[in-house]
């Protein structure tokens, strides 16, 4: 089987794809062509089924075309057009098309986007987003704080994040945390951590341009204790699908959070909180000071890419 990987520039896009064929190649005997997809370009939308890659491996009997995010879709099925007279074509949309959904073969879609009991029979549902299972041990010692930005989901308060990441370091002061931003995150925010140097001592900033992926990914997956921002839930969804004991920190104030609540990422995260699956940073209103909400011990690292990759080799079975 060939598959032709549809890519845009969205990292969280790219990382979901990834995670799921890492584990589908691990099952089945797949080569893999990258097909660039930047976002409104009409150039790009022709030439990649004129390199040599795409016409020499379009004689394969099984090929997978598969891509998230809407710059993908329009392109994955042009291709399954011009494939489609001499070959098994099946089309896969990652994350929720906005039109034309019986065109695909298969759509794999977190279960917030169709929160109605009855959806198309081509759509398989995930919790959350898809991020490769890990299982190694973490380090009794060691925790992290992983931090989003400024986005349409949640008002964003720098002096209510620092003042909790204060908070977290006082009171794990047996841990080494290393704190991690993000390119969303604003430099304010940065500026503030690396004075918290002069109070505590038990963490590392460690900035986005200097941290290759694999080191993030790792020290998520190693730390027993992780405070992440609920602003990106690629990253709330990584970190549950690894060992150790995931936190929520608060991005804005009592307020502002009712305002935001309606929204599918709050609602997500409202789940995940009452049913235990992460802990919280929270502030009592009575006495203003924070205080932590613990997620549940027996809480197991989620499986939700194995899942979607072994539902998307039955369609390939069939």
Same mark, same amino acid.
């Given at each position: 089987?060939?598959?032709?990987?549809?890519?845009?520039?969205?990292?969280?896009?790219?990382?979901?794809?990834?995670?799921?064929?890492?584990?589908?190649?691990?099952?089945?005997?797949?080569?893999?062509?990258?097909?660039?997809?930047?976002?409104?370009?009409?150039?790009?939308?022709?030439?990649?089924?004129?390199?040599?890659?795409?016409?020499?491996?379009?004689?394969?009997?099984?090929?997978?075309?598969?891509?998230?995010?809407?710059?993908?879709?329009?392109?994955?099925?042009?291709?399954?057009?011009?494939?489609?007279?001499?070959?098994?074509?099946?089309?896969?949309?990652?994350?929720?098309?906005?039109?034309?959904?019986?065109?695909?073969?298969?759509?794999?879609?977190?279960?917030?986007?169709?929160?109605?009991?009855?959806?198309?029979?081509?759509?398989?549902?995930?919790?959350?987003?898809?991020?490769?299972?890990?299982?190694?041990?973490?380090?009794?010692?060691?925790?992290?704080?992983?931090?989003?930005?400024?986005?349409?989901?949640?008002?964003?308060?720098?002096?209510?994040?620092?003042?909790?990441?204060?908070?977290?370091?006082?009171?794990?002061?047996?841990?080494?945390?290393?704190?991690? %931003? /993000? #390119?969303?995150?604003?430099?304010?925010? @940065? +500026? &503030? !951590?690396? =004075?918290?140097? $002069?109070?505590?001592?038990?963490?590392?900033?460690?900035?986005?341009?200097?941290?290759?992926?694999?080191?993030?990914?790792?020290?998520?997956?190693?730390?027993?204790?992780?405070?992440?921002?609920?602003?990106?839930?690629?990253?709330?969804?990584?970190?549950?699908?690894?060992?150790?004991?995931?936190?929520?920190?608060?991005?804005? %104030? /009592? #307020?502002?959070?009712?305002?935001?609540? @309606? +929204? &599918? !990422?709050? =609602?997500?995260? $409202?789940?995940?909180?009452?049913?235990?699956?992460?802990?919280?940073?929270?502030?009592?209103?009575?006495?203003?000071?924070?205080?932590?909400?613990?997620?549940?011990?027996?809480?197991?690292?989620?499986?939700?890419?194995?899942?979607?990759?072994?539902?998307?080799?039955?369609?390939?079975?069939?």
């Amino acid at each position: 089987m060939h598959i032709y990987w549809f890519q845009d520039t969205k990292a969280g896009h790219i990382n979901q794809v990834q995670a799921l064929l890492n584990v589908l190649t691990k099952k089945i005997k797949a080569s893999i062509s990258v097909i660039k997809c930047p976002k409104n370009s009409i150039l790009s939308y022709f030439l990649p089924f004129s390199n040599k890659n795409f016409q020499n491996n379009n004689l394969d009997d099984l090929i997978l075309l598969i891509g998230a995010g809407h710059a993908t879709y329009s392109r994955i099925l042009k291709a399954k057009k011009i494939l489609k007279t001499n070959n098994k074509v099946y089309a896969v949309a990652i994350l929720k098309p906005s039109s034309q959904w019986d065109s695909f073969e298969l759509i794999c879609a977190p279960k917030h986007d169709f929160p109605l009991k009855q959806k198309p029979i081509n759509v398989i549902t995930f919790v959350g987003s898809l991020a490769e299972t890990s299982n190694l041990k973490t380090d009794k010692k060691k925790g992290i704080i992983a931090l989003g930005g400024t986005s349409k989901h949640y008002k964003f308060n720098n002096n209510l994040l620092i003042n909790q990441i204060a908070y977290i370091l006082s009171i794990h002061s047996n841990h080494i945390f290393n704190i991690y %931003n /993000s #390119r969303r995150t604003p430099s304010e925010i @940065n +500026g &503030k !951590i690396k =004075k918290l140097k $002069n109070k505590f001592s038990n963490f590392e900033f460690i900035n986005y341009l200097q941290c290759p992926t694999p080191q993030f990914q790792n020290e998520l997956q190693t730390s027993d204790i992780k405070f992440v921002t609920p602003d990106s839930i690629n990253l709330v969804y990584e970190s549950l699908s690894s060992n150790g004991q995931t936190y929520l920190i608060k991005l804005q %104030n /009592s #307020r502002f959070s009712k305002l935001f609540k @309606n +929204g &599918k !990422i709050q =609602k997500s995260m $409202n789940e995940l909180i009452s049913s235990h699956h992460v802990g919280l940073v929270d502030k009592n209103l009575n006495n203003n000071q924070f205080n932590i909400q613990h997620p549940s011990k027996d809480f197991k690292p989620l499986k939700e890419v194995e899942r979607i990759s072994s539902e998307l080799i039955n369609l390939l079975n069939k």
